[in-house]
């Protein structure tokens, strides 16, 4: 059974810092998604992982994939007050089947 | 359609009521999935449709629940005898062709937040 975690579940910083998330899966899988929600909104998709070493960038959030250590992570650079929201990471199960992590709830204080 | 969307935003409902949420994809795209979203459980899928081929049925956690999708585009989701702990918000999402680098991203939709009294 695959299992995706996320940590930390709560984070709370200040504008300007940076940060990580971290997204851990337990078996093989060659996609993983990153998704922001915000409160009482749908899942906006962020970034798509396709392969090991793979790094992608948006404005002030950057992801990675490794996926021999089947690990990503979510890096926050000079954090500013809109960033504020719950990041979820899914991987691909099969026939893109998502199996979600438990969400990291970031928030950005002035 | 410019996005995934559902109907309807909100539904409360008693207990042991049958009730039917529906799912319009973005247009042109062949994947459609529902996933369900509770505090106690996180996200969760439930099940996954891809053109004409039978649609996936794993994650569905009762044989209360069942979907159908019409023609290839709109989906319904329906829960029979709803029970408390089915209370949760139900999400949609399609995808242009699983499987596909860069073409298989689910967009989900606003959701159904649904109440069982």
């Known amino acids: 059974e695959l299992k995706v975690e996320q940590n930390p579940l709560f984070l709370s910083m200040q504008e300007g810092k940076n940060y990580t998330i971290y997204c851990n899966y337990s078996?093989?899988?060659?996609?993983l998604y990153w998704y922001r929600q915000d409160p009482g909104k749908s899942l906006e998709s962020l970034f798509v992982?396709?392969?090991?070493?793979a790094v992608k960038q948006e404005g002030r959030l950057m992801a990675s994939l490794d996926t021999k250590a089947r690990l990503s992570t979510l890096h926050i650079t000079a954090a500013v007050h809109d960033l504020s929201a719950t990041y979820f990471c899914?991987?691909?199960?099969?026939?893109?089947?998502?199996?979600f992590g438990q969400g990291t709830r970031l928030t950005i204080n002035p | 359609g410019a996005g995934v969307s559902q109907s309807p935003s909100n539904k409360v409902t008693e207990k042991g009521k049958d009730v039917e949420l529906r799912c319009d994809p973005i247009s042109g795209h062949t994947a459609l999935y529902w996933y369900r979203q509770s505090l106690g459980q996180g996200l969760e899928f439930l099940i996954y449709f891809q053109g004409n081929s039978a649609p996936d049925k794993s994650g569905l956690p009762s044989d209360r629940f069942s979907a159908e999708r019409t023609g290839g585009s709109v989906s319904t989701l329906t829960i029979q005898r709803t029970q408390q702990e089915d209370s949760a918000v139900y999400l949609c999402a399609s995808s242009l062709q699983p499987g596909l680098a860069g073409e298989d991203t689910q967009y989900f939709g606003p959701g159904t937040r649904l109440t069982v009294l």
């Open positions: 899914a991987v691909d199960l099969a026939a893109q089947k998502l199996v």
């Open positions: 992982l396709l392969s090991n070493g």
């Open positions: 078996t093989t899988s060659d996609r």
